[in-house]
Every structure is written in structure tokens, then in C-alpha cells.
């Protein structure tokens, strides 16, 4: 399938295998992109099967679906809650910034593309600082661990 079939919205067919079972989808966004999140979510499986007596794969595919969810959520958290508001922060900072400049200089001709470019240093490090902190943080999330999993059925609990 060319990257025009891609492009133009045309779903690819997919074969993936997760948990010893083989599915056949259809996606727009690509092979290399179905086959990522279908390891994820095999791998997820596969964590969560190691860890509970249960060898049902229905129940298992739920609590892979809780889990995943629960890292969503506790991933939505931190950008409303750590990131948005450090970006807020920047943002006014930058807004200052211009004001200051503006007020103290003759109008200036310059597009928005050279400002940018011509940004104070200090601020574009605050960016690049917290650029990192959010990829290291989705690469956490990304990366399978070793540490048990955060929802489990009540029926795989030692009595």
C-alpha cells in the first residue's frame, strides 16, 4: 500500500497477534503504528497474566483495559495538573517579555517568526527543560515494568 493510499484516509488491513491470538485490523494510521500499540497492549497482557492465578483471557483483557486506563488517567493528571500550568507560566512570561520590549522600543516591524527566533535564552531552556520532563515521563509510561500492577480482580487476591 503506497503513503498516498495512507493519506487519502484508505484503511490498511493489519494482521497483529496479542496473547497467542491473531487479529486482523483496519487502520488509516499505518502498519508501524498498529503493530506498536498492539505490542503494547500484548505485553500488558502479559504482565498481567504473570501476576494473577486466573488463566481466563477475558478477564485478563479487562484488567489489561483497567490498567491502561489507569496510567491514561494518572498521565492526564499530570499534564493538567504539572505541565499546563508550567506552560501557563511561560507563556505569560513571554507575553511580559514582549511588553517590556514594546514599551521601552519604538514599534517594531518584525513578523512573529523573527521574535521567535530572536526569544530571550532563559525562556527557550525553561521550554526545552520541561519538553524533556514530558518525555521522560511518557517514556516511563511507555517502557514495561517490573512493578506489580496497579488494578487487579479481587478473585486473584491471596485469601
Known sequence: MSNSDIDSGAPESIEVTIFNRTYRLRSTTGREHVEQIARLVDEKMR?????????????IAVLTALNIADEMQNLRNYYENEIQPLLSKISDKQENVKEDE??????????WF???????????DRAERLSSKV??????????????IGITSSDDLPD
Open 47 to 59: 504482565q498481567i497474566s504473570s501476576q494473577i492465578t486466573t488463566h481466563d483471557a477475558v478477564k
Open 114 to 124: 523573527e521574535d521567535f527566533f530572536e526569544a530571550r535564552v532563559e525562556t527557550k
Open 102 to 111: 514594546t514599551s521601552n522600543e519604538p514599534e517594531s516591524n518584525k513578523s
Open 135 to 148: 518525555s521522560a515521563k511518557l517514556q516511563s509510561l511507555r517502557e514495561p515494568s517490573s512493578d506489580p
